[in-house]
């Protein structure tokens, strides 16, 4: 599967509106990699109150073709995917899930909840100091060099109370510390053993707001690494107090 297989699906609709296609690290972005990050039962959930009507699978993105989450979203469902003549792609609708989630709640408690997952907290925006995203093992991580800006967005009209969690990581041996400074909240967070973590609860208004980051660990440039990795962040997710 490659970077733009999914703008295949533009080319066969002029009515279809469909949720590939944003600039990387933007709001938008970081949204998809939230929701998409979430368990299957709590995915399809947040999918149906955000207004969507059906799950498009690439089974060529997976290793197992999509073995697992097919059975995961057939299970949450209860319906049988359509699949493509050539066995790559398959389509999960979503209309009678949704049909059946809407009797579940008022007027008003769809409202609020559509609210909460249109307009969440998000670590969003141009991260300066910070390298492209990479895969590294079981995870994706971001490099910076000693000092670097992220952003914390709260794309809503009204302050919202989260739970920043961020893993850290170095490739020097000794202890360090990472700095986190922002209007709303300073924190430190320790490095043992080239693994730390920073768990932060605040509340955050409306707009974005800028997270400073610095590290005096030693660099960690392998062979031919023209970068300067002197810290990594991995597994950032900012969960909203109201719910996930």
């Not at 059906?54 to 697992?68: E, L, Q, T, W």
């Not at 360090?176 to 973590?197: H, M, N, T, Y």
């Not at 392998?222 to 990795?229: F, I, K, S, W, Y």
Request: proline residues 5%; negative net charge.
């Amino acid at each position: 599967m490659g970077d733009y297989d999914h703008l295949l699906g533009y080319l066969h609709s002029k009515d279809l509106r469909w949720s590939y296609g944003c600039m990387d690290v933007r709001e938008p972005s970081a949204w998809q990699v939230q929701v998409t990050s979430l368990p299957v039962d709590q995915l399809v959930e947040t999918l149906a109150l955000a207004g969507f009507e059906g799950i498009f699978v690439n089974r060529h993105g997976y290793p197992d073709m999509a073995a697992k989450l097919e059975a995961e979203l057939n299970a949450s469902l209860l319906v049988q995917p359509i699949v493509s003549s050539d066995s790559r792609l398959s389509f999960f609708p979503m209309a009678r899930y949704n049909a059946g989630l809407r009797q579940r709640y008022s007027i008003q408690e769809w409202e609020e909840k559509r609210d909460r997952i249109l307009h969440p907290a998000l670590l969003a925006g141009i991260w300066d100091g910070f390298y492209a995203l990479g895969r590294e093992e079981d995870t994706y991580v971001r490099w910076c060099e000693a000092n670097g800006e992220m952003f914390l967005s709260n794309t809503g009209s009204r302050a919202q109370d989260v739970t920043l969690t961020v893993r850290f990581q170095t490739g020097d041996p000794n202890p360090a510390r990472v700095r986190l400074d922002s209007p709303l909240f300073s924190a430190e967070a320790e490095i043992v053993d080239q693994r730390g973590s920073l768990t932060q609860r605040m509340t955050v208004p409306p707009r974005r707001h800028r997270i400073t980051v610095a590290c005096k660990a030693r660099s960690c440039n392998g062979p031919g690494e023209l970068r300067t990795l002197v810290f990594g962040i991995a597994d950032w997710k900012v969960t909203n107090a109201e719910g996930p």
